[in-house]
Nanobody
């Protein structure tokens, strides 16, 4: 089973930036679509963004469009989520997930069968 690990979370003021990383050490991600998800306390999990295996197809939730950028470096088996202009409502635990899929990607968590343990992002003044 693919093992994923997120990093890069932390505490940041509104308007600040963070870059999350999702890395796997046991396999390469060449054939995996990857999604980023977040969950705030008391709220349902939200699909934030996803990127297809070759990085050709990318999708964002409306709430993060223009502020977040997803990218991947398959040579490093790493997917990134650059988060700019952060808002308090971006606070939550961020997870990456992966699924073998050659085309497109999905922001539905039900599509994914490999998950990381999450990294906390807190946006507060």
């Amino acid at each position: 089973q693919l093992q994923l690990a997120e990093s890069g979370g932390g505490l940041v003021q509104p308007g600040g930036s963070l870059r999350l990383s999702c890395v796997t050490s046991r396999f390469n991600l060449d054939f995996y679509a990857v999604g980023w998800f977040r969950q705030a306390p008391g709220k349902e999990r939200e699909g934030v963004s996803c990127i297809s295996a070759k990085g050709v197809y990318i999708n964002y939730a409306d709430s993060v469009k223009g502020r977040f950028t997803v990218s991947r470096d398959n040579a490093k088996s790493t997917v990134y989520l650059q988060m700019n202009s952060l808002k308090p409502e971006d606070t939550g635990v961020y997870y990456c997930a992966a699924v073998t899929r050659s085309l497109a990607c999905s922001r539905s968590g039900n599509e994914y069968d490999n998950w990381g343990h999450g990294t906390q992002v807190t946006v507060t003044s």
